[in-house]
Each structure stands twice: as structure tokens, then as C-alpha cells.
């Protein structure tokens, strides 16, 4: 069974709205981490977020925030007020143990 | 801030060939992998390690070794390079932290690999 799931390989949204991408994961630990990166076009991983599996309270960096349902087991980030430099490829990533796992990602276009 | 660097962001080798991919992080981080990424697939796990000296199998190890002899530094080793081994090539470091929850993971700028 996949360890991540990311449902939506292709998503667009008008600059200045808020857009929602999905991440669903599996897992039977406790203990985890799930995490958000950010892919630009040049390739380099751009950590944005992460929630605790304990932590009560949805996690906020800025315009970044995650609606985690832990019942649901779902991840989903949440961009507000989108910018054109949010263009890019965004994974869905959990750590259980001592290895990390991640989705096949959501490509993003802003449209101006 | 955390920095992981690679050696190089592009490189062209031979099928055979001995390539050598370096990884160095400078925030005295406990553990580092190795992934490399293809379209459509999304990151896979080559090696990891959690200390110096250690060495873990991730996902997808044949073709591959690594090398830490020290904290800082993890090398990644294709013995003799093939073409299905063209690839992005990223690695990346973390803390290490009991908690697993919070041990965020810092990637390097990738080093896309080109086999002919």
C-alpha cells in the first residue's frame, strides 16, 4: 500500500486565491511526522511545513497551513493568497521511523 | 540555516563508469539519505545513515553504494554507471531527534546525473 498519496497530479489556481492540495497517508505508528515541500523548476527540495502526529492544532507558516485530520488521516496544504513564484512541484512527505516518505507530488500553476 | 551541498548540479559520465556523488551538510546532523527522483515516480530512498560508519538499504540500493566516514559527508557510489541510472540525484540530512515527529529533513540542490 502506498505510503503517501497525493491524488491531484496537476492543479491551477488565479493569483491572490487560496488553494487547497490534497495528501492522504498510511500508517499504524504513533509516532509520525508529515511534512510539505516545495519543488521549484531548478530542482532543489524547499521544506514549507510540518505537523506532528500529536500536535492538536493545525500547523501555520505564513501563507502555508495544514488541515490535518488525523481520524481521516489526511494532510492537506493549504496556500492563501497565491503569488506567481508559487509555481512549482509540491510533495506530501511522512516520517515514520527512520525513513521518510513521500507522495509522487501536485504541480501547481498560478495563472496571473 | 541548514545547508546541505552536493558536489555538482549537472554531470555527464559513460555507461561503466565509476561515479562518485558527494553530499556534505554543516549542521551536525545525525542522519543522511540518498534519493534520486524520475518523473512520475517521486522521490525514492537509495541508502540512508543515522551514523558515521552506518548504513541503511532504502527502496531501491542495487547499482549503488554509499560511503560516511565522517559525520559531515555521505557519498554516493555507482560502481559502473548505466543509462537507467540517469537521474536527479538529491541528498538530504536531519537532526536525528527521538521525536520522530519533528526530525525535518534539509535536501541539497540535487545534482542531475546524465548517463551516455
Known amino acids: 500500500a502506498q505510503k503517501i498519496t497525493q491524488t491531484q497530479p496537476g492543479m491551477f489556481v488565479q493569483e491572490k486565491e487560496a488553494v487547497t492540495l490534497d495528501c492522504t497517508y498510511d500508517?499504524?505508528?504513533?509516532?509520525?511526522?508529515l511534512f510539505w515541500y516545495k519543488q521549484p523548476s531548478s530542482g532543489e527540495m524547499i521544506f514549507l511545513i510540518y505537523?506532528?502526529?500529536?500536535?492538536?492544532q493545525n500547523a501555520t507558516e505564513g501563507r502555508y497551513s495544514l488541515n490535518f485530520q488525523k481520524a481521516r488521516k489526511s494532510a492537506n496544504l493549504v496556500i492563501s493568497a497565491s503569488q506567481l513564484g508559487d509555481s512549482a512541484m509540491y510533495f506530501c512527505?511522512?516520517?515514520?521511523?527512520?525513513?521518510?516518505?513521500f507522495g509522487t507530488g501536485t504541480s501547481l500553476t498560478v495563472i496571473p | 540555516d541548514v545547508k546541505v551541498t552536493q558536489s555538482s548540479r549537472y554531470l555527464v559520465k559513460r555507461t561503466g563508469e565509476k561515479v562518485f556523488l558527494e553530499c556534505v551538510q554543516d549542521?551536525?546532523?545525525?542522519?543522511m539519505f540518498w534519493y534520486r527522483q524520475d518523473p512520475g515516480l517521486g522521490l525514492r530512498l537509495i541508502y540512508f545513515?543515522?551514523?558515521?560508519?552506518?548504513?541503511e538499504k532504502g527502496d531501491i540500493p542495487e547499482g549503488y553504494s554509499v560511503s560516511r566516514e565522517k559525520k559531515e559527508r555521505f557519498s554516493l557510489i555507482l560502481e559502473s554507471a548505466s543509462t537507467n541510472q540517469t537521474s536527479m540525484y538529491l541528498c538530504?540530512?536531519?537532526?536525528?531527534?527521538?521525536?520522530?515527529?519533528?526530525?525535518?529533513?534539509?535536501f541539497g540542490p540535487g545534482t542531475r546525473l546524465t548517463v551516455l
Open positions: 538530504a540530512s536531519s537532526l536525528g531527534n527521538r521525536d520522530r515527529s519533528t526530525d525535518t529533513q534539509y
Open positions: 500508517t499504524s505508528d504513533p509516532s509520525y511526522g
Open positions: 505537523q506532528g502526529s500529536y500536535d492538536q
Open positions: 512527505a511522512m516520517r515514520e521511523v527512520y525513513q521518510f516518505y
Open positions: 549542521m551536525d546532523h545525525e542522519n
Open positions: 545513515s543515522y551514523d558515521v560508519k552506518m548504513k
